[in-house]
């Protein structure tokens, strides 16, 4: 069983919802991306999002790009992201880890090359921002086989047709994107969240876990009220930018902002 299919088997047998902390890979500096994961597990993150640094990541708001781009001044690569999650395996075997980003850094690498380097690093599965399920024919069974699980987004808009299809193609967790515009934006509605997931739920029998505009243990709570996890990332991103010049402080802040969401969550 994949480990983000664990992952979610225990969190149901346990009552719980899952809290699923995502961060630029490299920022401030690559060195520093393995301690800040192992952190965001001390915390309480039941599985993490890693993001691949772009030049050009279209939903993602300031936070996050600035986060790219420092990242991307250290000259941080995907293949650089197979390395941090070999050395975080070292200690770490338990905790799912996905990838997260857009379809440029792994076609430069090639499909089959990407899919045989993360399944090598320990990686569980892979979420590609711009490449909807209609467009994975290639590279979807290229990680079918080394149990990469293909994780989608949908969105406020998506139509109930298009919902289908993403559901049926989807696998480890369905990203919910709660509401219109990019990451880090400020309004969240959980009601409304709810009814979205609704008819979700009657399509998929995979978690439904909700991103975009959850910043503190309240709005982690309310969403964990009516979702299967919590994907929180701007909230963690900006810790990390308002400390990147002294790193050595910004573990301490992660489990802040994650030890408030898990205690939130789990009352």
């Known amino acids: ?9 225990e969190l149901k047998a346990q009552g719980r919802k899952a809290l699923i902390p995502y961060i630029t890979a490299g920022d ?58 070999k050395e975080f395996r070292q200690a770490d075997t338990q905790t799912p880890v996905v990838l997260m980003g857009y379809l440029n850094p792994i076609e430069r690498i090639g ?10 690093a320990g990686v569980d599965g892979v979420l590609i921002v711009d490449m909807p399920p209609e467009e994975a024919e290639e590279i979807g069974p290229l990680m079918k086989a080394r149990d990469l699980a ?6 406020p808009t998506t139509s109930h047709e298009r919902a289908a299809t993403i559901c049926a193609h989807g696998q480890g967790y369905l990203y ?39 910043r503190d243990g309240v709005t982690a709570a309310e969403v964990a009220n009516v979702a299967d996890g919590v994907i929180v990332g701007s909230a963690l991103v ?3 930018a308002e400390n990147s010049p002294t790193p050595e402080i910004i573990p301490g802040q992660l489990k802040d902002v994650l030890a408030d969401m898990r205690s939130a969550m789990d009352a």
Do not use: W
Request: charged share 20%.
């Open 111 to 120: 499909y089959e090359a990407f899919a045989d380097q993360a399944a090598s």
């Open 150 to 155: 293909a994780i989608f987004l949908v969105a």
């Open 1 to 9: 069983m994949n480990r983000i299919d664990q992952r979610f088997s």
């Open 28 to 85: 401030p500096a690559p060195q520093h991306t393995v301690g800040f994961m192992h952190a965001l597990v001390e915390a309480g993150a039941d599985v993490i999002e890693l993001g691949v640094p772009f030049s050009d990541p279209m939903a993602d708001g300031p936070v996050i790009q600035k986060a790219c781009e420092r990242a991307l001044k250290h000259g941080t690569r995907l293949v650089d992201l197979f390395d941090m999650v």
């Open 238 to 240: 900006n810790r990390i």
């Open 176 to 214: 919910y994107v709660s509401l219109k515009g990019v990451t880090g934006a400020a309004t969240l509605n959980a009601a409304d969240v709810a009814e979205h997931l609704a008819p979700l739920r009657e399509m998929t029998d995979l978690p439904l876990c909700v991103g975009f505009g959850i």
